[in-house]
Nanobody
Protein backbone atom coordinates (compact mmCIF):
# COMPACT_ATOMS: atom_id res chain seq x y z
CA UNK A 1 0.00 0.00 0.00
CA UNK A 2 1.18 3.47 -0.90
CA UNK A 3 -0.36 6.61 0.51
CA UNK A 4 0.03 9.95 -1.21
CA UNK A 5 -0.55 13.43 0.16
CA UNK A 6 -0.64 16.52 -2.03
CA UNK A 7 -0.13 20.02 -0.70
CA UNK A 8 0.82 23.52 -1.74
CA UNK A 9 -2.19 24.63 -3.72
CA UNK A 10 -3.75 28.04 -3.43
CA UNK A 11 -4.82 31.21 -5.18
CA UNK A 12 -2.26 32.93 -7.38
CA UNK A 13 -2.39 35.78 -9.89
CA UNK A 14 -1.73 35.15 -13.56
CA UNK A 15 1.99 35.09 -14.20
CA UNK A 16 2.70 33.93 -10.68
CA UNK A 17 4.35 30.77 -9.41
CA UNK A 18 3.43 27.96 -7.09
CA UNK A 19 5.13 24.78 -5.93
CA UNK A 20 3.14 21.68 -5.14
CA UNK A 21 4.40 18.79 -3.05
CA UNK A 22 3.45 15.14 -3.02
CA UNK A 23 4.70 13.01 -0.16
CA UNK A 24 4.55 9.24 -0.40
CA UNK A 25 4.43 6.82 2.49
CA UNK A 26 3.95 3.10 2.90
CA UNK A 27 5.49 0.69 0.39
CA UNK A 28 7.53 3.38 -1.32
CA UNK A 29 10.21 0.94 -2.47
CA UNK A 30 7.71 -0.31 -5.04
CA UNK A 31 7.39 3.10 -6.66
CA UNK A 32 9.04 3.53 -10.05
CA UNK A 33 7.38 6.49 -11.66
CA UNK A 34 5.58 9.37 -9.99
CA UNK A 35 3.36 11.79 -11.80
CA UNK A 36 1.19 14.85 -11.53
CA UNK A 37 -2.32 15.01 -12.94
CA UNK A 38 -4.91 17.75 -12.96
CA UNK A 39 -8.61 18.03 -13.50
CA UNK A 40 -10.26 21.30 -14.40
CA UNK A 41 -14.00 21.84 -13.93
CA UNK A 42 -15.95 20.02 -16.61
CA UNK A 43 -12.86 18.38 -18.07
CA UNK A 44 -11.24 15.00 -17.86
CA UNK A 45 -8.26 14.39 -15.65
CA UNK A 46 -5.04 14.79 -17.61
CA UNK A 47 -1.40 13.93 -17.07
CA UNK A 48 0.67 17.03 -16.39
CA UNK A 49 4.03 15.27 -16.29
CA UNK A 50 5.93 12.43 -14.67
CA UNK A 51 9.32 11.61 -13.25
CA UNK A 52 11.16 8.33 -13.27
CA UNK A 53 14.71 7.66 -12.18
CA UNK A 54 15.25 11.37 -11.70
CA UNK A 55 14.23 12.22 -15.26
CA UNK A 56 11.02 14.11 -15.85
CA UNK A 57 9.02 13.54 -18.99
CA UNK A 58 5.58 13.35 -20.62
CA UNK A 59 4.74 16.97 -19.96
CA UNK A 60 1.46 18.14 -21.39
CA UNK A 61 1.98 20.53 -24.30
CA UNK A 62 0.12 23.23 -22.40
CA UNK A 63 2.69 23.28 -19.57
CA UNK A 64 5.95 22.66 -21.40
CA UNK A 65 8.51 25.32 -20.58
CA UNK A 66 6.53 26.52 -17.57
CA UNK A 67 6.27 23.51 -15.25
CA UNK A 68 9.05 21.31 -13.91
CA UNK A 69 8.97 18.16 -11.82
CA UNK A 70 11.59 17.09 -9.33
CA UNK A 71 11.87 14.44 -6.69
CA UNK A 72 13.65 14.27 -3.36
CA UNK A 73 13.98 10.57 -2.67
CA UNK A 74 15.34 11.18 0.83
CA UNK A 75 12.09 12.93 1.71
CA UNK A 76 9.91 10.63 -0.40
CA UNK A 77 8.54 13.77 -1.97
CA UNK A 78 7.86 14.90 -5.52
CA UNK A 79 7.46 18.54 -6.45
CA UNK A 80 5.69 20.39 -9.22
CA UNK A 81 7.12 23.84 -9.81
CA UNK A 82 4.63 25.91 -11.76
CA UNK A 83 5.75 29.20 -13.27
CA UNK A 84 4.01 31.74 -15.51
CA UNK A 85 0.67 30.43 -14.37
CA UNK A 86 -2.39 31.07 -16.51
CA UNK A 87 -6.09 31.03 -15.64
CA UNK A 88 -6.41 27.82 -17.67
CA UNK A 89 -4.08 26.12 -15.20
CA UNK A 90 -6.86 26.33 -12.63
CA UNK A 91 -7.64 22.78 -11.56
CA UNK A 92 -7.36 20.25 -8.80
CA UNK A 93 -3.89 18.77 -8.95
CA UNK A 94 -3.29 15.16 -8.00
CA UNK A 95 -0.23 12.99 -7.72
CA UNK A 96 -0.06 9.32 -8.45
CA UNK A 97 2.53 6.58 -8.79
CA UNK A 98 3.12 3.63 -11.05
CA UNK A 99 3.46 0.28 -9.32
CA UNK A 100 3.78 -2.94 -11.31
CA UNK A 101 3.20 -0.99 -14.49
CA UNK A 102 -0.05 0.70 -13.51
CA UNK A 103 -1.08 3.98 -11.97
CA UNK A 104 -2.85 3.52 -8.65
CA UNK A 105 -6.62 3.50 -8.99
CA UNK A 106 -7.28 5.23 -5.68
CA UNK A 107 -6.87 8.97 -5.89
CA UNK A 108 -6.27 11.34 -3.02
CA UNK A 109 -8.20 14.57 -2.53
CA UNK A 110 -5.68 16.57 -4.54
CA UNK A 111 -4.84 20.20 -3.99
CA UNK A 112 -6.74 23.10 -5.55
CA UNK A 113 -4.86 25.60 -7.69
CA UNK A 114 -6.73 28.70 -8.73
CA UNK A 115 -5.17 31.25 -11.07
CA UNK A 116 -7.16 34.44 -11.09
CA UNK A 117 -6.71 38.17 -10.91
Amino acid sequence: QVQLAESGGGLVHPGGSLRLSCTASGSISRINTMGWFRQAPGKQRELVGAISGGVSSNFADSVKGRFTISRDTAKNTMYLQMNSLKPEDTAIYYCNVIINGYWLTDWGPGTQVTVSS
